[in-house]
């Protein structure tokens, strides 16, 4: 189960962002556990666009990244709403619903 106190919200230099349990950090990398993809569904309404999570690495089974913090550009906590959905994703316990599109 994901510990939500180590959830954060990582903005990458190229603009992608995602979620995931950070595991550990050093001067030059940040470990990241179970990431996922923040992926923005354009709708008719432009003031309120779906919001959807989908695997940050296609191509891989592993559950841990390491990735070099030159390339992170923030580290934040997530919203209320990413958080409840994601720990949702990995078997915790949500009470409120949420508009996020899973995969």
């Known amino acids: 189960m994901a510990k939500t106190e180590n959830l954060k ?4 230099m ?3 962002e ?3 349990e950070l595991i550990s950090e050093t001067e030059n990398t940040i470990t990241v556990k179970n990431p996922v993809r ?3 569904i354009p709708t008719s309404d432009q003031n309120n666009p779906k919001v959807a999570f989908g695997p940050y690495t296609q191509w891989t089974d592993d559950k841990h990244l390491t ?3 030159q390339h992170v550009t923030y580290i934040a906590a997530p919203i209320t709403e990413f958080v409840n959905q994601y720990t949702s994703m990995f078997g915790g316990l949500v009470l409120p619903k949420s508009e996020i599109i899973k995969p």
Request: charged share 10%; aromatic share 6%.
């Open 9 to 12: 919200l990582v903005h990458m």
């Open 14 to 16: 190229t603009g992608e």
């Open 18 to 20: 995602f979620i995931g």
């Open 38 to 40: 923040i992926v923005v």
């Open 67 to 69: 990735i070099n913090r």
